[in-house]
């Protein structure tokens, strides 16, 4: 390991080294799961019937977000206590920092044997089904809707704005593995190979894709008037625009005049900022009008039954819904901070990276409140035009 190396870590990466910004963020979406599910039962929508998991058979059992929240407590103490043991031994030296890497590694194997060995009893039937749901989806499987489809569409749309956190976790163990690098060093995300990253990066998008045809085979077979599956085909070409950004991307990391003969960085540069906007909008756009059946974007926006852009039946207050608008869009164009002064850092520091990535994963955290509602919006009112991800409407749900 070379002195350059060393004098690569800026201040950000001493105080919360590499490793530990991944747990960070992984452990923040059990402490959003638990929230979820709190604020949903307070605005008395059911999301556990919504994915089908069983209801408590007892009043003096924990409620669903009691036991997320028990769970992602659980997870965040040793994550602390890394944390604690890592600064007095570090004090913020860089040699120091490299050299101790197993302190801040250490827990993301705790991590995973927290949630995979069956001796912890604490939200053992949660996790049970969150392992048995992510073995089925993994291969981009589908459970059919009374063993929990819409549970199976939450958790891939939820990897789709951890896949880059994914990437960051796989990145850390090659480091870890690695006979000449520090998994706190500043990270490699060549480590592997230079298409490791594009590649994780484009599973969940992958998943969700294929989960989309699955959805239009469905409805193909049994074909009913009026409904013929071709909104699935537009939900997978959504999901198919990220593969160009991925891949564009991927290629000017890698960028090398003798490779690519006759294309210039420029060009690719440009290639990629079409495909990141046409992602951003086609993402942005079906957000808010398929998955929160809002009317902002469709020519029923000034029905004057409901407030501008919104829909009739709805849980939140209006501001929720026009905030929920904002930042979804403001997030998901994030990109373009680097053609705004000042903002440059959000797109070339390690600070900088670790924010967007966490305001992604804050933005599906703040999607799954509104895409449970609308669901349940669907099931105890009847479905919107233009249903998209359950497709099927069979009346209402059995714990309404």
Known sequence: MGPDQHAQLDGFSLFLPFPCRVAVILVAGFWGWGANLHYLQQNNIDLPALIRYPARQSPNQRSHHVSAYHLAAFLTIPLLLSLLIFWPVT???????????????????????????????????????????????????????????????????????????????????????????????????????????????????????????IEYVRVR?????????????????????????????????????????????????????????????????????KDWDLTLLSESRNDDEYPFGLRRYRYFTDQQYYMAIAIDFGIRFSWMSRFVPG?????????????????????????????VETEWVRNSRGPAPNDVLLGEFNGKLDAD
């Open 91 to 213: 004090h913020g030296s860089r040699e120091s920092v490299e050299s101790v890497d197993y302190i801040p590694q250490a827990y993301l194997f705790i991590f995973f044997i927290l949630l995979i060995l069956p001796f912890n009893r604490l939200s053992r039937s949660g996790r049970r089904r969150f392992w048995a749901t992510l073995r089925r989806i993994s291969i981009g499987g589908l459970a059919e809707i009374q063993d929990g489809k819409f549970g199976d569409i939450l958790l891939a749309d939820v990897l789709t704005s951890y896949a880059k956190v994914i990437a960051d976790l796989v990145i850390t163990f090659c480091m870890f593995f690695s006979s000449d690098t520090s998994s706190t060093s500043k990270p490699d995300r060549h480590c592997g190979s230079d298409y490791t990253v594009p590649l994780l990066v484009a599973i969940p998008s992958i998943i969700r894709l294929r989960q989309c045809f």
């Open 221 to 289: 077979r049994g074909y009913r008037h009026g409904n013929s599956g071709a909104q699935h085909l537009a939900n997978a070409l959504k999901y198919a625009t990220a593969f160009p950004v991925i891949i564009f991307a991927a290629t000017l990391r890698n960028y090398s005049p003798f490779v690519f003969h006759g294309i210039s960085e420029v060009t690719l540069s440009r290639l990629l900022y079409i495909f990141s906007f046409i992602n951003s909008t086609y993402s942005f756009y079906w957000d808010v009008t």
């Open 343 to 371: 903002f440059y850092w959000l797109t070339e520091t390690e600070f900088g990276f670790f924010v967007l990535m966490f305001l992604e994963v804050a933005r599906r955290w703040m999607w799954v409140f509104l895409r």
